[in-house]
C-alpha cells in the first residue's frame, strides 16, 4: 500500500494503484454496512462506506469503526440491492477491473465503482471494541 500507518492501533491506509488493492481488501474482508451506511456524493464525485471493519490484525475478536474513501467515482451501479435499509451486508472482497472498482458482498450483492483512477482512502475512526461474532469461512 502507497502510504500508511498505524497509530494508537488505528489504521490509515491509501490505496494509489490496483497493486496496492489485495491488501486493502483483505483488511476489509467482513467488514460490515447497512445501507445508510454508504453515501455517493455525485458532485464530488466521492463514495463513502462506514464499515464495522474486522479487526484481523488484532491479537483478540475485535471490529474497528472504519470509513472508506474511494475517489473520482464517475459512475456508481449496485446489483443485486437488498430493498430493507436494515439488512446488513458483509463484505468479501474489493476488486478492480477495465476502470471499475468492484465491492462484492456476501449473498450476492455488490457495489461498482467506475473511476477515473484508484484512489482509496480506508481509516479506522475508533479503536478496537471486542466482538463476540468471529468470521468464520
Known sequence: ISSGFRMAEKLALLAQGVED????????QDATLRRPDLVWDARRRRLVLMLGRYAWEAATPARM????????????QRLAWPD???????LLSLTFE???????????????AQV??????????SGPFPTARVPAH
Not at 21 to 28: D, F, N, T, Y
Open 116 to 125: 477515473e483512477a484508484v484512489d482509496v482512502v480506508l481509516e479506522d475512526l
Open 21 to 28: 488493492l489485495p491488501a486493502l481488501s483483505a483488511l476489509l
Open 84 to 90: 430493507d435499509p436494515e439488512t446488513v451486508l458483509a
Open 98 to 112: 477495465d476502470g471499475w472498482l468492484r465491492l462484492d458482498f456476501s449473498g450476492g450483492p455488490a457495489l461498482r
Open 65 to 76: 469503526r472504519s470509513a472508506l474513501r474511494i475517489e473520482s467515482v464517475l459512475r456508481l
